[in-house]
């Protein structure tokens, strides 16, 4: 059992880059911890390190998200410990290649991690916050997911879809006060781009994040009460616009008969 005010927060992927920095925020944050991820010599030094410089409790439960065994025992720990409160559902990976030249079990592999995990997890945390009527789920997605032009289809696409989840989840949780939060890092100076094969350096060093500010932006829009996040985003209203936008759409993208246009082309066919 916890014995933090705060609770437990439990983090996916913290032994490296973002979950790293949010599990060393949330101890300072006066949460207690569980740290998951594959490498648990790494998650072991984060501990030792987070309990002597904070005095908050840390466990580490090793798993590998694309284990189905290790996932249901990360589920089970969510659906079942009163003292958790915070999910940060960080795990995560990039780069599956050329569409049409990837080892189909590679983006198999990335659509586990990426999107069935982050599913599974924050369905096991929703079934303890819900019936307790409190708790946080932070989905970490990515800017990529809204920007097909960046030529990461299925890495996109995956993100696109926690984006959503997240937002979809708000809409049915509708009154609860369970909190939801999407974050959506732009680049950010990890080792996820050298995981994937690409060269943080090749960008523009203008377009990257340090991790430290990535993370303190994202708990500062948390903070804020924000339902999505994008730390970069100089004017939030821009996403408002954009959310706008999307909702003009909402009045006919579901109607008895095609548009108009449509008619034509199919007498001709
Ligand atoms: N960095 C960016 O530019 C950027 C931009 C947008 C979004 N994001 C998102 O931010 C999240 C964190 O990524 P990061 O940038 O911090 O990269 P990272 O430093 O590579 O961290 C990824 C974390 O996920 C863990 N992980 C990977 N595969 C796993 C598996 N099969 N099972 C359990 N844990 C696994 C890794 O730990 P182990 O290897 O120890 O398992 C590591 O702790 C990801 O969801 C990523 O998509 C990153």
Do not use: C
Request: proline share 3%; hydrophobic share 45%.
């Amino acid at each position: 059992m916890s014995t933090s005010s705060k609770g437990t927060a439990l983090v996916t992927g913290a032994s490296s880059g973002i979950g790293a920095v949010y599990a060393d925020r949330l101890a300072k944050r006066g949460h207690d911890l569980i740290l998951v991820a594959r490498d648990e010599s790494r998650l072991t030094a984060l501990a030792e390190r987070l309990r002597a410089e904070t005095g908050v409790k840390v466990e580490v439960l090793r798993a590998d998200l694309t284990d189905k065994a290790d996932l249901k025992a990360v589920e089970e720990r969510l659906a079942a410990d009163q003292a958790i409160t915070l999910l940060v559902n960080n795990a995560g990976a990039a780069g599956s290649g050329k569409f049409a030249t990837a080892d189909r079990d590679v983006i198999d592999t990335l659509i586990q991690l990426n999107v069935t995990a982050v599913t599974r997890l924050a369905a096991a945390a929703a079934s303890n916050f819900v019936a307790r009527d409190s708790g946080t789920i932070i989905n970490i997605s990515s800017a990529v997911g809204l920007l097909p032009e960046f030529q990461s289809p299925v890495y996109g696409a995956t993100k696109a879809f926690v984006t959503y989840l997240t937002q979809g989840l708000r809409e049915e949780f509708g009154a609860s006060k369970v909190r939801l939060q999407a974050v959506l890092p732009g680049a950010t100076r990890t080792e996820i781009w050298e995981r994937a094969g690409q060269d943080i350096n090749a960008l523009d060093p203008n377009s990257v994040m340090d991790v430290d500010d990535l993370v303190d932006a994202a708990l500062a829009g948390f903070d804020q009460g924000e339902l999505v996040t994008i730390p970069s985003l100089p004017n939030a209203a821009d996403f408002d616009a954009y959310n706008a936008a999307r909702l003009n759409l909402a009045p006919n993208l579901s109607r008895r008969y095609p548009a108009d246009r449509f008619k034509a082309s199919s007498k001709a066919a």
